[in-house]
């Protein structure tokens, strides 16, 4: 990857926190601190869609991404942040005290994902990366991470350009692996919260194609869902197809089980309590004569509620035991639920962080562009940031990334729109990456800023 070159803990009192937090902006912009974000945005955004084109030209997978992290050290370095690597393995923490005040975290994640680009945008990704294990993969940033780093780099050139109109520690965390939700704890495990001051609120946003080019979209509570990442191995005994007698076909006790899964959020979850249970991959057998000895599941779930997440987990170990034991499956050959490391917490907005920095949005985006959206099952590592001891508030929002023409021909036509993860995705950089910087500018200048 080309880098661009880059231009040359205070802890408080729960009243003062509780204070800080109270419902609305406390600190309303000036028109004269809105147009000196404007005029030092105007100035730069040449030079920060190029890093967001260079960015999205070369991709890089979850724990690789090497390049993209040496980027943002160099930037933030540059800017007169201590910054420190390798947190959490590839992960990127700047700090910058700027007299006292709150601590505010500011995270943007790295990773692209292993899908071949057919966006047909000049600037594409034709790479082929290596993930952890080795492996060669064709990769693009179908996520828009690229997006979030770019907006992570503006924020830091607009603020320390305005440091005097703000008070207070920045730390701004370049996080590694969030598409496999694994980044946000192994830098928390790393030492995020005590290597470095700890954080009094922590933001983020993340590019969504399913809102218009910079709209913002925000939501008290419940924002994303949790996400648990389930594997089963139903074991059968193996035999000759010809012979189904002298086998336990797991192939059919697979069948059976995934059908009676259905049942388990129509029929075992109160009426309107959100879940869902997808089973993604089915993967048996090696000859049609041949009845296999194993067949193997791998499971999502999703919901918004701890006690919800455990209650699917224990309905999908109950109906794999019973199937397997109504077939007559050997104990020895019980199947196997597993819950794999690639698992998150629901991501929770604090109700008055949310409230003041929608507040402050509208304020500098106008009213019409910022716009309560509801809870998606989608799924975000950022919600690990709030859920250690610290109890950090969150508030993490959407910037629509899709062209608003082609937006109102969706809603006309009825075909949707590509969504994130799509090979066709692709933000439109203008209105896009304005809009995430003055999002992320706008909320640190409303938590921060001098009363």
Same mark, same amino acid.
């Given at each position: 990857?080309?880098?661009?070159?880059?231009?040359?803990?205070?802890?408080?009192?729960?009243?003062?926190?509780?204070?800080?937090a109270a419902?609305?902006?406390?600190?309303?912009?000036?028109?004269?601190?809105?147009?000196a974000?404007?005029?030092?945005?105007?100035?730069?955004y040449?030079?920060?869609e190029?890093?967001?084109?260079?960015?999205h030209?070369?991709?890089?997978?979850?724990?690789?991404?090497?390049?993209?992290?040496?980027?943002?050290?160099?930037?933030?370095?540059?800017?007169?942040?201590?910054?420190?690597?390798?947190?959490?393995?590839?992960?990127?923490?700047?700090?910058?005290?700027?007299?006292?005040?709150?601590?505010?975290?500011?995270?943007?994640?790295m990773?692209g994902?292993p899908?071949?680009?057919?966006?047909?945008?000049?600037?594409?990704?034709?790479?082929?990366?290596?993930?952890?294990?080795?492996?060669?993969?064709?990769?693009?940033?179908?996520c828009?991470?690229?997006?979030?780093?770019? +907006?992570? =780099?503006?924020? @830091?050139?607009?603020?320390?350009?305005? !440091?005097?109109?703000?008070? #207070? &520690?920045?730390?701004? %965390?370049?996080?590694?692996?969030?598409?496999?939700?694994?980044?946000?704890?192994?830098?928390?495990?790393?030492?995020l919260?005590?290597?470095?001051?700890?954080?009094?609120?922590?933001?983020?946003?993340?590019?969504?194609?399913?809102?218009?080019?910079?709209?913002?979209?925000?939501?008290?509570?419940?924002?994303?869902?949790?996400?648990?990442?389930?594997?089963?191995?139903?074991?059968?005994?193996?035999?000759?197809?010809?012979?189904?007698?002298?086998?336990?076909?797991?192939?059919?006790?697979? +069948?059976? =089980?995934?059908? @009676?899964?259905?049942?388990?959020?129509s !029929?075992?979850?109160?009426? #309107? &309590?959100?879940?869902? %249970?997808?089973?993604?991959?089915?993967?048996?057998?090696?000859?049609?004569?041949?009845?296999?000895?194993?067949?193997?599941?791998?499971?999502?779930?999703?919901?918004?509620?701890?006690?919800?997440?455990?209650?699917?987990?224990?309905?999908?170990?109950?109906?794999?035991?019973?199937?397997?034991?109504?077939?007559?499956?050997?104990?020895?050959?019980?199947?196997?639920?597993?819950?794999n490391?690639?698992?998150?917490?629901?991501?929770?907005?604090?109700?008055?962080?949310?409230?003041?920095?929608?507040?402050?949005?509208?304020?500098?985006?106008?009213?019409?562009?910022?716009?309560?959206?509801?809870?998606?099952?989608?799924?975000?590592?950022?919600?690990?940031?709030?859920?250690?001891?610290?109890?950090?508030?969150?508030?993490?929002?959407?910037v629509?990334?899709?062209?608003?023409e082609?937006f109102a021909?969706?809603?006309?036509?009825?075909?949707?729109?590509?969504?994130n993860?799509?090979?066709?995705?692709?933000?439109?950089?203008?209105?896009?990456?304005?809009?995430?910087?003055t999002?992320?500018?706008?909320?640190?200048l409303?938590l921060?800023?001098?009363?």
């Amino acid at each position: 990857m080309k880098i661009p070159l880059a231009p040359s803990p205070r802890h408080f009192s729960l009243p003062f926190l509780l204070a800080l937090a109270a419902t609305g902006p406390a600190f309303a912009a000036a028109p004269a601190l809105r147009d000196a974000v404007q005029a030092k945005l105007d100035a730069e955004y040449s030079s920060l869609e190029a890093i967001y084109k260079n960015l999205h030209a070369h991709p890089e997978l979850s724990f690789m991404e090497f390049q993209t992290a040496a980027l943002v050290a160099a930037e933030l370095r540059a800017l007169g942040f201590a910054v420190t690597e390798k947190v959490g393995i590839t992960g990127v923490v700047g700090v910058l005290k700027n007299g006292s005040g709150p601590t505010l975290l500011i995270r943007a994640d790295m990773d692209g994902l292993p899908v071949k680009e057919a966006t047909g945008v000049p600037y594409a990704s034709t790479a082929i990366v290596k993930d952890m294990a080795g492996k060669d993969w064709p990769a693009m940033h179908a996520c828009a991470h690229d997006s979030h780093v770019t +907006a992570l =780099i503006g924020s @830091a050139r607009i603020l320390v350009a305005l !440091r005097d109109r703000w008070t #207070g &520690t920045l730390v701004l %965390v370049a996080q590694p692996a969030e598409e496999i939700v694994a980044g946000a704890r192994a830098m928390l495990v790393d030492g995020l919260y005590t290597r470095f001051p700890k954080p009094d609120f922590a933001i983020a946003l993340h590019t969504s194609s399913m809102l218009p080019a910079g709209v913002i979209g925000y939501g008290e509570g419940a924002f994303l869902a949790n996400v648990k990442s389930v594997d089963i191995s139903v074991r059968g005994v193996g035999g000759h197809g010809s012979a189904p007698d002298t086998t336990k076909d797991p192939v059919v006790l697979a +069948a059976q =089980i995934v059908l @009676a899964l259905q049942t388990i959020v129509s !029929r075992e979850l109160k009426p #309107g &309590t959100p879940a869902v %249970v997808t089973v993604g991959t089915i993967q048996g057998g090696t000859k049609r004569n041949i009845i296999s000895d194993e067949v193997k599941l791998e499971l999502t779930l999703r919901s918004y509620d701890d006690a919800v997440s455990d209650q699917l987990i224990a309905a999908i170990k109950r109906i794999c035991a019973g199937t397997a034991q109504a077939a007559g499956v050997p104990e020895s050959r019980m199947p196997v639920v597993t819950v794999n490391a690639e698992s998150a917490s629901a991501t929770v907005n604090d109700s008055a962080l949310t409230r003041r920095v929608a507040g402050a949005l509208k304020t500098w985006l106008g009213p019409t562009n910022v716009k309560a959206t509801p809870p998606i099952m989608g799924a975000e590592d950022f919600s690990e940031f709030g859920r250690t001891t610290h109890r950090v508030p969150l508030c993490i929002w959407w910037v629509g990334a899709t062209a608003p023409e082609r937006f109102a021909e969706a809603e006309r036509t009825g075909i949707p729109v590509p969504s994130n993860h799509s090979a066709t995705f692709a933000p439109v950089p203008e209105p896009t990456l304005r809009a995430a910087l003055t999002s992320l500018s706008a909320a640190a200048l409303e938590l921060l800023g001098k009363k």
